[in-house]
């Protein structure tokens, strides 16, 4: 079945770096679009970035421009989000997302924690 | 941006009931509108794209409508699994963004 398994996360200090990946299954990973979203504790969802299917084309929230980069490896069936100068709003859950189609979401991974503290 | 607002953000109802939560942008999005549900310590699950279209092995007591500015999410015959967070988001254009959740509560 479809399924999508996010690594990765853990403490980190602020100002640090930290790199989640996102190992896909089930599906034909280099032809869909993927997408990064985020939740902090007891808040709601935020959008952070899009890759389309190719790699070619790539999109940031603003909160997290410059800092974080989204890639692939299509060989790999594996999503990335290389996360640099980590702050402590940075906390979060960090999920990946499938693309249906466009931008919408279909399949969702289970998630993992960053914990940005000193 | 494109803001999202939903209402109510939270709401009580009992088993068997149906209900609506309705989602306003701050701008025209056509029909670029997505719902979703989330349990506690649980990812999203994904259960309306398009506006109206449901997604695979979604129940049909979900239904979404609307166009534009405005939407609505209804659930019929409210069952105990339905009590859950729900949160729309607009996929017209960057950046992505979601309304602040409705929690759905048992009453």
């Known amino acids: 079945q479809v399924q999508l398994v996010e690594s990765g996360g853990g403490v980190v200090q602020p100002g640090g770096s930290l790199r989640l990946s996102c190992a896909a299954s089930g599906f034909t990973f280099s032809s869909y679009g993927m997408h990064w979203v985020r939740q902090a504790p007891g808040k709601g969802l935020e959008w952070v970035a899009f890759i389309r299917y190719d790699g070619s084309n790539k999109y940031y929230a603003d909160s997290v421009k410059g800092r974080f980069t989204i890639s692939r490896d299509n060989s790999k069936n594996t999503l990335y989000l290389q996360m640099n100068s980590l702050r402590a709003e940075d906390t979060a859950v960090y999920y990946c997302?499938?693309?249906?189609?466009?931008?919408?979401?279909?399949?969702w991974g289970q998630g993992t924690m960053v914990t940005v503290s000193s | 941006d494109i803001q999202m607002t939903q209402s109510p953000s939270s709401l009580s109802a009992s088993v068997g009931d149906r209900v609506t939560i309705t989602c306003r942008a701050s701008q025209g999005i056509s029909n670029y509108l997505a719902w979703f549900q989330q349990k506690p310590g649980k990812a999203p699950k994904s259960l309306i794209y398009a506006a109206s279209s449901l997604q695979s092995g979604v129940p049909s007591k979900f239904s979404g409508s609307g166009s534009g500015t405005d939407f609505t999410l209804t659930i019929s015959s409210l069952q105990p699994e339905d009590f859950a967070t729900y949160y729309c988001?607009?996929?017209?254009?960057?950046?992505?963004?979601f309304g602040q959740g409705t929690k759905l509560e048992i009453k």
């Open positions: 997302a499938k693309v249906k189609q466009g931008l919408a979401f279909d399949i």
């Open positions: 988001q607009q996929y017209n254009s960057y950046p992505l963004t």
